[in-house]
Nanobody, 121 residues
Framework: QVQLVESGGGLVQPGGSLRLSCAASGSIFSIYAMGWYRQAPGKQRELVAAITSGGSRNYPDSVKDRFTIARDNAKNTVYLQMNSLKPEDTAVYYC???????????????WGQGTQVTVSS
Protein backbone atom coordinates (compact mmCIF):
# COMPACT_ATOMS: atom_id res chain seq x y z
CA GLN A 1 0.00 0.00 0.00
CA VAL A 2 1.19 3.50 -0.86
CA GLN A 3 0.37 6.72 0.96
CA LEU A 4 0.95 10.33 0.00
CA VAL A 5 1.03 12.69 2.97
CA GLU A 6 0.94 16.44 2.38
CA SER A 7 1.95 19.23 4.72
CA GLY A 8 2.56 22.96 4.67
CA GLY A 9 -0.83 24.50 3.94
CA GLY A 10 -2.32 27.35 5.93
CA LEU A 11 -3.42 30.96 5.94
CA VAL A 12 -1.21 33.58 4.30
CA GLN A 13 -1.66 37.22 3.30
CA PRO A 14 -1.68 38.28 -0.35
CA GLY A 15 1.88 38.55 -1.62
CA GLY A 16 3.10 35.99 0.87
CA SER A 17 4.69 32.58 0.38
CA LEU A 18 4.03 28.99 1.38
CA ARG A 19 5.86 25.74 0.77
CA LEU A 20 3.95 22.49 0.42
CA SER A 21 5.53 19.07 0.85
CA CYS A 22 4.27 15.64 -0.11
CA ALA A 23 6.01 12.44 0.96
CA ALA A 24 5.24 9.05 -0.55
CA SER A 25 5.63 5.96 1.62
CA GLY A 26 4.85 2.27 1.51
CA SER A 27 5.60 -0.31 -1.14
CA ILE A 28 7.37 1.75 -3.83
CA PHE A 29 9.49 0.43 -6.68
CA SER A 30 9.51 3.50 -8.92
CA ILE A 31 7.92 6.94 -8.94
CA TYR A 32 7.30 8.54 -12.30
CA ALA A 33 5.59 11.91 -12.74
CA MET A 34 4.60 13.86 -9.62
CA GLY A 35 2.40 16.88 -9.44
CA TRP A 36 0.20 19.27 -7.55
CA TYR A 37 -3.44 20.01 -8.30
CA ARG A 38 -5.90 22.34 -6.64
CA GLN A 39 -9.63 22.60 -6.29
CA ALA A 40 -11.48 25.74 -5.24
CA PRO A 41 -15.11 25.61 -4.05
CA GLY A 42 -17.47 25.16 -6.99
CA LYS A 43 -14.62 24.63 -9.46
CA GLN A 44 -13.01 21.65 -11.13
CA ARG A 45 -9.69 20.29 -9.97
CA GLU A 46 -6.88 21.82 -12.01
CA LEU A 47 -3.19 21.14 -12.54
CA VAL A 48 -0.88 23.54 -10.73
CA ALA A 49 2.52 22.03 -11.45
CA ALA A 50 4.02 18.76 -12.64
CA ILE A 51 7.51 17.29 -12.73
CA THR A 52 8.73 14.17 -14.51
CA SER A 53 11.20 11.66 -13.10
CA GLY A 54 13.82 13.36 -15.25
CA GLY A 55 13.08 16.80 -13.82
CA SER A 56 11.08 18.41 -16.62
CA ARG A 57 8.53 20.85 -15.24
CA ASN A 58 5.17 22.06 -16.45
CA TYR A 59 3.02 24.96 -15.16
CA PRO A 60 -0.19 26.62 -16.31
CA ASP A 61 0.05 30.33 -17.13
CA SER A 62 -1.88 31.21 -13.95
CA VAL A 63 1.03 30.20 -11.68
CA LYS A 64 4.05 30.40 -13.99
CA ASP A 65 6.87 32.53 -12.52
CA ARG A 66 5.24 32.37 -9.08
CA PHE A 67 5.20 28.65 -8.24
CA THR A 68 8.11 26.21 -8.40
CA ILE A 69 7.89 22.43 -8.20
CA ALA A 70 10.82 20.29 -7.11
CA ARG A 71 11.38 16.70 -6.08
CA ASP A 72 13.82 14.76 -3.93
CA ASN A 73 13.93 11.26 -5.37
CA ALA A 74 15.95 9.92 -2.43
CA LYS A 75 13.15 10.97 -0.07
CA ASN A 76 10.23 10.19 -2.42
CA THR A 77 9.09 13.75 -1.81
CA VAL A 78 7.74 16.52 -4.00
CA TYR A 79 7.59 20.19 -3.03
CA LEU A 80 5.67 23.22 -4.21
CA GLN A 81 7.11 26.63 -3.45
CA MET A 82 4.40 29.24 -3.85
CA ASN A 83 5.38 32.92 -3.97
CA SER A 84 3.42 36.12 -4.59
CA LEU A 85 0.24 34.39 -3.54
CA LYS A 86 -3.10 35.85 -4.60
CA PRO A 87 -6.61 35.38 -3.16
CA GLU A 88 -7.50 33.39 -6.28
CA ASP A 89 -4.88 30.80 -5.27
CA THR A 90 -7.14 29.82 -2.37
CA ALA A 91 -8.02 26.14 -2.73
CA VAL A 92 -7.41 22.66 -1.44
CA TYR A 93 -4.10 21.49 -2.88
CA TYR A 94 -3.63 17.81 -3.72
CA CYS A 95 -0.44 15.89 -4.35
CA UNK A 96 -0.40 13.30 -7.13
CA UNK A 97 2.15 10.64 -8.06
CA UNK A 98 2.41 7.86 -10.62
CA UNK A 99 3.88 4.90 -8.74
CA UNK A 100 4.86 1.35 -9.58
CA UNK A 101 4.72 -0.63 -6.35
CA UNK A 102 6.48 -3.79 -7.50
CA UNK A 103 8.81 -4.48 -10.45
CA UNK A 104 6.08 -6.15 -12.52
CA UNK A 105 3.04 -4.30 -11.25
CA UNK A 106 1.12 -1.63 -13.11
CA UNK A 107 1.66 2.09 -12.62
CA UNK A 108 -1.02 3.48 -10.33
CA UNK A 109 -2.13 7.07 -9.81
CA UNK A 110 -2.08 8.01 -6.11
CA TRP A 111 -3.50 11.10 -4.44
CA GLY A 112 -2.87 12.79 -1.15
CA GLN A 113 -5.62 13.82 1.23
CA GLY A 114 -5.36 17.50 0.37
CA THR A 115 -4.16 20.54 2.29
CA GLN A 116 -5.99 23.86 2.53
CA VAL A 117 -4.30 27.01 1.29
CA THR A 118 -6.09 30.26 2.07
CA VAL A 119 -4.83 33.61 0.82
CA SER A 120 -6.57 36.44 2.60
CA SER A 121 -5.86 39.67 4.42
Amino acid sequence: QVQLVESGGGLVQPGGSLRLSCAASGSIFSIYAMGWYRQAPGKQRELVAAITSGGSRNYPDSVKDRFTIARDNAKNTVYLQMNSLKPEDTAVYYCNAEIRGEPRSSIVDYWGQGTQVTVSS
